[in-house]
């Protein structure tokens, strides 16, 4: 059974900082693994998607790795700001399943 | 394109009560899921269906959770009788086919039970 954990719960750095944030999974055997942005009373936004074959995944200041082998993944984000404040969640796809297994979240405050 | 469309937003009831939620996915999605997410926890898919069909319903409490996807659609969820641990956020995602597609989520339905 895949299990995904993500550490910290919560993280609070101040603005303008680079910050890495943690994803770990259990069974290695996946097709992809996803993350996502969820802002209060909000649903999930789609961030960076990375298929199973590849490395990393950029998009503007965001950049997903993904290490199948030790079964972590990391999102890095640059010089952030106060609107990057929500809490991000990774999700993994396991080979033979369809359905996304969350992790519990990652709650991030950007101090202005 | 729109998004995912979920209705109510916010619903109050009392243990033992039925409610209902309504999901619209993206025009031309075929695949619809339902997920719970409990304060403080990641999303858990209750329910999968691929058009009308039901792929996975592994973690859908079937003694008092339905759901229907009729003319493989619009979909709803039902809880009767409702009890105080179904206090969640009920979130509707879509995609437009299954393994590796990316899932558009709708903002939710936040269920209170008192």
């Known amino acids: 059974k895949q299990e995904v954990t993500q550490i910290p719960a919560a993280l609070s750095v101040p603005e303008g900082e680079n910050l890495v944030l943690n994803c770990s999974f259990t069974?290695?055997?996946?097709?992809?693994l996803q993350w996502f942005r969820q802002d209060p009373g909000k649903g999930l936004t789609s961030l960076l998607l990375?298929?199973?074959?590849?490395r990393e995944q950029t998009s503007g200041r965001l950049n997903a790795s993904l290490d199948k082998s030790s079964g972590r993944s990391t999102l890095y984000i640059a010089a952030s700001q106060p609107g990057d404040s929500a809490t991000y969640l990774c999700?993994?796809?396991?080979?033979?399943?369809?359905?996304?297994?969350f992790g519990q979240g990652t709650r991030l405050t950007i101090n202005p | 394109e729109a998004g995912v469309a979920q209705s109510p937003r916010y619903k109050i009831i009392e243990k033992r009560q039925s409610v209902a939620f309504w999901c619209n996915p993206i025009?031309?999605?075929?695949?619809l899921y339902w997920y719970q997410q409990i304060l403080g926890q990641g999303p858990k898919l209750l329910i999968q269906?691929?058009?009308?069909?039901?792929?996975?319903d592994s973690q859908l409490p079937k003694d008092r959770f339905s759901a229907e996807r009729l003319k493989g659609v619009d979909s709803t969820l039902k809880i009767q009788p409702a009890k105080l641990e179904d206090s969640a956020v009920y979130l509707c995602?879509?995609?437009?086919?299954?393994?590796?597609?990316?899932?558009?989520f709708g903002d939710g339905t936040r269920l209170s039970i008192l």
């Open positions: 025009s031309g999605h075929a695949t």
């Open positions: 995602a879509s995609s437009v086919g299954t393994v590796g597609q990316p899932q558009h």
């Open positions: 990375i298929q199973s074959s590849q």
């Open positions: 999700a993994v796809v396991s080979q033979g399943a369809q359905k996304l297994v």
């Open positions: 069974d290695s055997a996946i097709y992809n």
């Open positions: 269906f691929q058009n009308n069909g039901v792929v996975d």
